[in-house]
């Protein structure tokens, strides 16, 4: 069975009532698909919940429907984990209410995850992993929410799953079609392995790259 992985994050410049922003890394093989996006007055968990959404949403568009995969969503919000794996189901028992009679908060979004999460014809798991601890996807989505909430990042682009080692130089090589530019290849010399970029989304990756660069020398 396939097995992909998607990478969430969401926060907010200002807890609550802020600007907002949440991140996803889907990561399939040696290929990778970004996704952000915003909000105006919102909050930390909000996000969290949203980047969700957008991830069982960018997952059902990225697999076959007619073939059952595995989808990892890994978070380091404990509040989004704890809440898929431990804590939904009670919510749901309990009308959406807590112990103390209160509504949970955010019960349209979480209503939403339940729905989509019924829905879904794969197989959804909801793994936690702490963040700023070295995982380079787990600082790659929370960079681009950072990003994101700047307004300097706003994606949909393939991107390598992961980066090129230290003092090993990428390979390109141009593929036609027709006698036309269809991609470009990325790869390490004398290895097979390698990613392919579509030609149309060429230019977005090369002006990722500069403002990357930029942001560098800047640093």
Not at 62 to 91: C, F, V
Request: with cysteine; hydrophobic share 35%; glycine share 8%.
């Amino acid at each position: 069975m396939k097995r992909i992985q998607i990478y969430t994050d969401g926060g907010c410049d200002k807890n609550p009532g802020g600007v907002g922003a949440w991140a996803i890394r889907l990561v399939d093989g040696d290929q990778a698909v970004e996704r952000s996006g915003g909000a105006d007055k919102t909050t930390n968990n909000r996000m969290e919940l949203t980047a969700a959404i957008e991830a069982i949403t960018l997952a059902q568009e990225h697999l076959t429907p007619d073939k059952p995969a595995e989808i990892e969503i890994l978070t380091d919000s404990q509040y989004l984990a704890r809440g898929m794996n431990e804590w939904i189901a009670k919510w749901q028992l309990h009308h959406w209410t807590l112990k103390d009679g209160s509504p949970v908060k955010n019960t349209d979004l979480w209503k939403r995850l339940l729905e989509m999460q019924n829905a879904c014809r794969h197989r959804l798991t909801w793994t936690w992993v702490q963040g700023h601890a070295g995982d380079p996807n787990n600082s790659r989505v929370d960079r681009v929410v950072q990003e994101t909430m700047k307004g300097k990042q706003a994606s949909a682009r393939p991107y390598p799953a992961q980066a090129a080692a230290d003092g090993i130089q990428p390979q390109l090589k141009l593929i036609r079609k027709d006698q036309k530019p269809h991609a470009v290849r990325i790869f390490q010399k004398g290895s097979s392995a390698g990613i392919e970029i579509p030609w149309k989304h060429l230019l977005g990756f090369i002006e990722d790259l500069l403002r990357i660069q930029r942001e560098g020398d800047e640093g």
